[in-house]
């Protein structure tokens, strides 16, 4: 009978660990993301130009602003 609770007490641990680790790396994934964003003004202006197109600063911002909707 000991040996159901000591692994049941492992397991419960274990779950536990994992979840309290996964709510961990998220919020220093999410912190991690907003002080170092994967795409810039510079990267949308040279992705549109290499499509053709010479944007304005009001089409980088609009993308600014739809990418950054995504991230939160």
Not at 5 to 22: E, H, M, R, S
Not at 52 to 58: A, D, E, L, N, V
Request: proline letters at 4%; glycine letters at 6%; charged letters at 20%.
């Amino acid at each position: 009978m000991g040996f159901f609770v000591d692994l049941l007490q492992v397991f419960v641990g274990v779950i536990i660990g994992a979840i309290i680790g996964f709510f961990l790396a998220r919020k220093y994934m999410q912190k991690y993301l907003k002080k170092n964003p994967p795409i810039n003004e510079q990267m949308i202006r040279t992705m549109m130009m290499q499509m053709g197109r010479t944007p304005s600063q009001k089409q980088v911002n609009q993308m600014m602003k739809s990418m950054a909707k995504y991230m939160d």
